[in-house]
């Protein structure tokens, strides 16, 4: 029952995978409400799994907080489905078509479940596979195009992200090898701020902040970013990330959590040139998935934050902060997705006039940048107000003045978009876009979602209390 | 006390409809018919009207004759939570007084929504004007039933807005454009007090409110009414001794959030808004700047009282600050020749009078507080008629001059006489509703040993009587002295029936025992019928007003010309409005905008933006350098890995030998 959701993916994934073998062409467009149907229910499941137990002798275990990762996890999967459908279909428009959508959706199925195991993992070992399932899949995914650019990106994410697992392994080693045992729970009580720990703890970093796009360790993004296949690029983005998010408390709230005071100048350091350089890079970019890749890293950086106070208040704020931007994001990538298939284009300059052919998607897309740039009402400004409030507590009060500039200067690269849309002509011989059903019900209800999240006070109300419940179940 | 009827429990239903109805007006109807947009909002306040005059029979009926009426908040639900015990809630707080409004407001709402259908008849934006009218009315209705100090600000600041948009109604006309500007800032900058009144006294009550056994609070939050009222609160807030210019924190606060009140009501000095005001259609004026709106500081003060009472010194000012504004807008009210002037003029006096009556009560004498919201009543209803029977002879003269008009009684009868049943109502003739509330407010000056404040009541009911005697006579009696005065149509039977209703209302509304219903909580009651000792003085003088007006304007106008030369500079000085528009104006234009603003102007334009510049140039720059870093070599990119760990290694290492030791 604890791994309800996991199986249900896992199922889908096959099953899509024989199905393909026999369906024609045509036909395969089913596999899309297929597959969407197999995360619903994987949803589902997840609804009714109780938040807390242990399976597999303590190597598996659902926690408060684990739920809503998983529950992250599974929206971003279900949305970037919708978003792909375009993409997928057998009328897509040929250079840009996805082919062998049965490959594709079960790929990123798997992919998927190794992420949701990922939340739920509690020994070295199991957290290793898992993490490799919810990496190696990317790869495939980023160069599925298999032009120039996609095999540039697919092998460059290869190479960086070999080499960021084998630092993690390494660490992982050195983890065993000081305390002797594969249980995360178990290692606390075993481990001496030392040398040698915070060696480990450095090398699980380096291998975590490669997913999560930490400054120094963020450089292949940009360039897969652009040349992935934009709704991979959407799913990277999100889910990769969230993957990331939930590794790193892993490690730091449970493994390292005796010294998580000491080394909180460390992660302020790292908060601080992550969000910086995102930001300040972000502004002189002019392809929007390179700018989408530089924005992205700038909110990693706000998202360590979380981790400068240790209480559930951290956690809670990272949580949250985790779900407004999967659905801001989303629904940003939403136009993206849809601007490319139907223009080609990946520059800035070819949004101009939007606002004039398509108002709602240029509505749309503004709410979801204002939503990234943190602008009251919307969920984004609450999540980083939430975040921001946790590094005041810890005392970090220099580090809430430098996120507040850097919010201010993410706003003006945010706008540079918004100008394009509202202020400049549409070109010549420019045509609407015309957006699919599914596309355009992925992009609403994530609309809706980044701004409901900011009004609705329920939905934190609930991540607090998952993570007061998890604190607790960490065994203060 | 009965289980509550269901309408006590869905007060909220009364704001609500408006509120639908503005968004459905607005949004939906606006461009698709204008009648129907009046009319569905016109339906939705009258149907709002219907349920508060059933809730206040049903709140009167709560408990047996004779007892004192409850304070409650039916129902309410968390809108803000900041900390464990720092919460804002939305809600309905049902008392006498919030009943009463609601009555007084969602009436003379819905008369002035029928009379506005007539009036504002083929105007472009008419679907607009019922919009905001509808928005208005939703505002006010929130107002009046907010439980705590932040709804009533939230509320405070929309009735604000929708009479900005209502003055400036009609925008094409520079003078309507910048009487709203006028109304919008001079409120707002009195509402900056009002905040921070809010944030003085909720910041001490919230310690308060935390230093309390929670079994005692009853679930309220530090700005509810109902906790910052409570005795045993306004006593440690009196007790602090924290001083602020040697003023203590409990009246900082009371005076602070009385500035909000004065500006919304026109007290002076911040009066200048309300004649310019005037610019508006001639309806908002009768709902907003008589009956309602304006009404909202007196209303904020009683709601407000015990804090008042509890501090002393802010009801001092209350009360000079009321009897001196009465008396000066009564002085300049007898020298207006614009009909609608005179009549705010007279509002000015009619809401200072309101203001005193509250300063001289207390809890030893709390006659004045049932006076004011006595007065506060009848004058909502009078006030209106005055204001819809002008309007009525606008319409059919097209001009607002008094001197453009004469000789109306003839050819508009159902108005003349209306106006004349109002003029005798405000100038207090027995036994209409004037008398009976301004008999009142007299008696609680006197008895509470006010003199002076009594001396100038009285002078200020002669002077009234005076006044409205003399645009009545000039109005309706003498030679017409204009063109269109000469041939003018009555009203028809849409803006007549309203003002009739009004009329009844002006003959009968000082017979509702208002002041036997609205009693200061934990006061001894103090009520007594006529007293002859005031009444007979204030009546004579009233009279004596009215033949004043008589001799002068009822007959031959070189009686007046002749005083006036006699007056002379005191009369022109009046005239002007003793010049406070051009004060204002002068140290805005000369002194603040050219010897700060500009300066500051300055300072920006070249400091503040030069810095901006030169940091967008430098984080333009900085994203280049760093940009070039991306070189694209995944060599490069697995050495920044690496080197990325080593720095990582080197400062958690530094951070354990700094923190090891």
């Known amino acids: 029952m604890l791994m309800l959701p996991e199986l249900i993916i896992v199922a889908t994934g096959f099953i899509l995978l024989v ?46 907080l684990a739920w809503w990762f998983k529950l992250t996890f599974l929206i971003a999967a279900f949305v970037t489905v919708m978003l792909t459908s375009g993409l ?38 199991t957290l290793y596979v898992a993490l490799e399932l919810a990496t190696i899949p990317l790869f495939l995914l980023a160069a599925w195009r298999r032009d120039a650019l996609g095999g540039e990106a697919g092998l460059k994410y290869m190479v960086i992200g070999a080499l960021a697992s084998a630092l993690m392994l390494y660490g992982f080693g050195v983890l065993y090898g000081v305390t002797g045992t594969m249980r995360l729970d178990a290692m606390p009580a075993l481990l001496h701020a030392d040398r040698t720990t915070l060696y480990a703890a450095a090398l ?103 981790f400068l106070a240790g209480g559930s208040v951290g956690a809670a704020a990272m949580v949250f902060y985790l ?67 946790v590094a005041a507590q810890a005392g970090y009060h220099w580090l809430v003045g430098v996120a507040a500039v850097n919010s201010t200067v993410s706003l003006y690269y945010y706008l540079r978009l918004v100008r394009q849309m ?45 993570a007061a419940a998890w604190l607790q179940s960490l065994g203060q | 006390m009965p289980p509550l009827s269901f309408i006590l429990t869905h007060a909220w239903l009364i704001p609500a409809i408006p509120l639908l109805s503005f968004l459905l007006v607005g949004l939906v109807l606006r461009p698709v018919s204008q009648k129907l947009a009046g009319l569905v909002a016109t339906l939705a306040v009258g149907t709002s009207a219907g349920l508060s005059w059933l809730l206040a029979w049903d709140f009167l009926h709560l408990v047996p004759h004779g007892q004192p009426l409850p304070a409650l908040v039916p129902w309410s639900f968390q809108w803000l939570h900041f900390q ?92 309507a454009v910048s009487a709203s500007k006028k109304a919008f800032i001079v409120t707002r900058f009195a509402d900056l007090g009002f905040l921070l009144g809010i944030l003085v006294i909720g910041f001490y009550a919230y310690q308060i409110h935390g230093a309390m056994a929670p079994d005692l609070l009853h679930g309220q939050q ?51 808004w309300l004649p310019d005001a005037m610019e508006g259609p001639t309806p908002v004026s009768a709902l907003i700047h008589a009956a309602t709106m304006v009404v909202a500081g007196v209303y904020l003060v009683a709601r407000c009282f015990p804090i008042f009472a509890t501090s002393g010194e802010a009801l001092t000012v209350v009360m000079s600050i009321g009897a001196f504004t009465s008396l000066f807008a009564a002085v300049i009210g007898c020298t207006q020749d614009d009909i609608k002037r005179v009549l705010a003029f007279s509002t000015l006096s009619q809401l200072g009078y309101m203001m005193f009556a509250l300063g001289v009560a207390s809890f030893a004498h709390p006659l004045g507080y049932s006076a004011s919201m006595f007065h506060l009543f009848t004058h909502a209803f009078f006030k209106a008629l005055l204001f819809l029977g002008a309007g009525s002879v606008i319409h059919a003269v097209h001009s607002n001059d008094i001197w453009h008009m004469g000789g109306l009684r003839k050819h508009m009868p159902i108005t003349h006489a209306l106006f004349l049943i109002a003029t005798l109502a405000i100038a207090g003739i027995y036994p209409l509703a004037g008398f009976f509330s301004k008999d009142e407010i007299l008696a609680a000056a006197l008895h509470s040993g006010h003199t002076v404040v009594f001396g100038v009541g009285l002078l200020v009911a002669g002077m009234t009587a005076f006044y409205m005697f003399r ?76 033949s004043l007006a008589w001799l002068l304007y009822g007959g031959a106008p070189e009686r007046v010309d002749n005083l006036v030369k006699k007056l002379g500079g005191f009369y022109v000085a009046a005239k002007n409005k003793f010049y406070f528009d051009e004060f204002y104006l002068f140290v805005t234009h000369s002194v603040i905008f050219r010897f700060v603003a500009q300066p500051i102007a300055w300072f920006d334009r070249n400091i503040v933006d030069g810095l901006v510049n030169l940091g967008g140039w430098f984080a333009r720059t900085a994203g280049l350098l760093l940009g070039k870093l991306q070189t694209g070599q995944v060599q490069t990119y697995g050495s920044w890995l690496v080197s990325g760990v080593i720095a990582v290694v080197f400062v958690l290492w530094g951070v354990l030998k700094s923190g090891g030791n």
């Open chain 2, 84 to 175: 464990e015990n720092f919460a804002i809630n939305l809600g309905t707080l049902l008392d006498p007084i919030s009943v009463m409004l609601l009555v007084v407001v969602t009436t003379v709402s819905t008369l002035v929504h029928i009379y506005s259908t007539g009036y504002m008849h083929g105007e472009p934006g008419y679907a607009r004007y019922f919009a905001f009218l509808n928005l208005f009315t939703f505002s006010m209705l929130g107002l009046v039933l907010a439980p705590n100090l932040v709804q009533m600000y939230v509320c405070w600041e929309l009735v604000g807005a929708s009479s900005f948009f209502l003055i400036g109604f009609y925008f094409e006309k520079p003078s």
């Open chain 1, 88 to 125: 997928l279909e057998s009328a897509a428009p040929e250079p840009r078509k996805l082919h062998s959508p049965g490959e594709f959706l079960t790929i990123l199925l798997f992919n998927l479940t190794g992420m949701l195991l990922l939340a739920s993992t509690r020994d070295l070992i």
């Open chain 2, 222 to 272: 530090p700005l509810d009414f109902a906790f910052l009222t409570r005795p045993d609160v306004l006593a440690r807030l009196a007790g602090l001794n924290v001083h602020f210019l040697g003023v203590g924190v409990l009246t900082l606060s009371a005076v602070l959030i009385y500035m909000g009140g004065a500006g919304k009501s026109a007290m002076f000095p911040l009066h200048i």
């Open chain 1, 422 to 466: 509202y202020i400049e002509a549409p070109a010549e011989g420019a045509v609407p876009l015309k957006p699919g059903w599914m596309l355009s019900a992925g992009l609403a209800v994530t609309t809706a979602a980044s701004m409901l999240l900011g009004v609705v006070p329920t939905v934190y109300e609930s991540v607090r209390a998952s």
């Open chain 1, 323 to 389: 779900l407004v931007y999967a659905v801001t994001n989303l629904s940003v990538f939403a136009v993206i997705i849809l601007h490319n298939q139907q223009t080609g284009s990946t520059e800035l300059t070819d949004y101009r006039g939007l606002s004039q052919l398509n108002p709602l998607l240029a509505l749309a897309l503004m709410f979801g940048l204002f939503g990234l740039g943190g602008i009251p009402p919307l969920a984004g400004f609450v999540g980083k107000f939430l975040l921001f409030s």
């Open chain 2, 471 to 546: 645009i009545y006579f000039v109005t309706f009696w003498g030679k017409p002295r204009s063109e269109h005065a000469a041939h003018p149509h009555e009203s028809p039977w849409v803006m007549l029936a309203p003002m009739a209703f009004l009329g009844v209302l002006s003959i009968g509304a000082g017979f509702v025992p208002i002041p036997e219903w609205v009693q200061l909580p934990g006061a001894p009651v103090e009520h007594e019928g006529i007293d002859l000792a005031v009444a007979i003085p204030s009546t004579i003088l009233a009279l004596a007003g009215i």
């Open chain 1, 204 to 306: 699980i970093v380096a291998g975590v902040g490669f997913k999560l796009t930490l400054v120094p360790f963020h450089m292949w993004a940009p360039e897969v970013y652009q040349g992935a296949p934009p709704p991979v690029t959407a799913w990277l983005s999100v889910a990769s990330k969230a993957a990331g998010l939930s590794v790193l408390m892993l490690v730091l709230f449970r493994v390292f959590r005796p010294f998580l005071h000491d080394v909180s100048f460390a992660i302020a350091v790292l908060a601080t040139v992550t969000m910086t350089i995102g930001n300040l890079v972000a502004i002189v970019q002019r392809n929007i998935l390179r700018f989408m890749a530089f924005s992205a890293i700038s909110q990693a950086g706000y998202l360590l934050l979380g």
């Open chain 1, 19 to 64: 199905l393909d073998l026999f369906l024609t062409e045509k036909q395969r467009d089913l596999l899309v409400p297929l597959a969407l149907a197999g995360i619903a229910a994987a949803l589902g499941a997840l609804w009714l799994t109780p938040d807390h137990g242990v399976l597999l002798g303590g190597r598996f275990a659902m926690d408060p």
